[in-house]
């Protein structure tokens, strides 16, 4: 590992000025490290200082009524472990289990996920499906984005210098399932994933897929094709195809693209009868 | 004013490490600086458990942890004496059980399972404890020794 200076500041103020003090490509911001940290030792990435997060006050998860509010920092394990996580919000709970093990969700992190913006990332999908957006702070004001427009490529994001992910926005409970495929159930990467959610405001569906590059996308076909409602079982096989045809999958040395293919629309199938079978599934 | 030196407190113990390097990471802390070579290094990338232990309680990957990020807590691993009850516990469950063959993998495994114990506070069900095993791998016992360790930790077990 090359040597860096680690800063940790005290306040969101600091935490900038660190990062603004800091050249173009000299920072590195650490949340749990459970990513970074591979990074730096295999010297993809070479900073000179790393922030820390850690005394931020970012580990925190919020409810506005039908909204969750949570802090960049949490660490994942106490997301998963929220009772009313895991009600109002099924798919994101999970897929925050679908992470590595316990030991690293103790320390890894949801905005260090999305930051971080991992092809095969277990969490992108279920924020797409949820329309998930980020609160940033920055030199130049805070402002709000969408994750589906935060995210660029593999590794890519939209990150101005000197911004920071603050808490991630969750607007909408919604009945919701993350279903996965790979070789091994824990920590392991996806080869194909699936993110499904019903929105009872839009009565309209959301499916995002993961282990398609450059990185996790929704798939408005499909879910059009679910319908309005609970769909039938000829709405389901027709959307379980189109997401088989229209993920833009590829063979790499996780899978290939025809196992690909197939697994999306099976686990898409998977999904539809968790989510109706939620209690909270509306009608 | 001076800053005091980052201090580890380690199986109750605390240690003053003055001039820790910013980029160590916990596991090398434990090991070289403090000398505590049952905490074991495998794949270093957050993918084996071998290097598995407790922070504040937390199972937590020591490889994946800057040893700075921990300045000031309580750190468990595997040489915790006998008045650490839960990890004395996990480790007659391994020896009764003949839960292990080469030895590499089981500090992590023992860590692992005392990090899920203290959290479901003194007693967890067999599948949360199998759970907590998801990210520790053995290449030798094929689990089924290991599995029967984690039986005799759960109420009602052998």
Redesign the interface.
Known sequence: ??????V?PSSVEEAMAALRTAGPGEASV?AG??DL??D??DHRTNPRR?I?L?RLPWRTLDWTGNQLTVGSTLPL?ALEQDPEVAQRFPGLAQAVQAV?????R??ATLGGNVVRSAPASDLIPVLLSLDAELDLVGPRGDRRVLVDRFLRSSRQVDLAPGELVRSIRFPEARPSAYFWQRVR???DISQVAVALAFSPADHAWRVAVGGVPPRPLLLPEPARVLGTGAPGPEAVRRAARLAGEQAPFVTDRRASEEYRRRAVSALLVRAVDSVLQAPEFPG | MTRPPPRLIVNGRPFDLPGLPDDERLLDTLRWRLGMKGTKEGCRTGGCGACTVLVDGESTLSCLTLAKEVDGRSVTTIEAGPEDAVVARIRSAFAAAGALQCGYCTPGFVMSLAGMIRERGGVASRAELLEALGGNLCRCTGYASIVRAVDRLVPGGP
Do not use: Q
């Open positions: 590992m090359a040597p860096f200076e680690l940790v650490l490290g459970t940290l591979n730096l030792d790393v820390s850690r394990r590595g093990s316990v030991a690293l103790h320390r159930p824990a920590n």
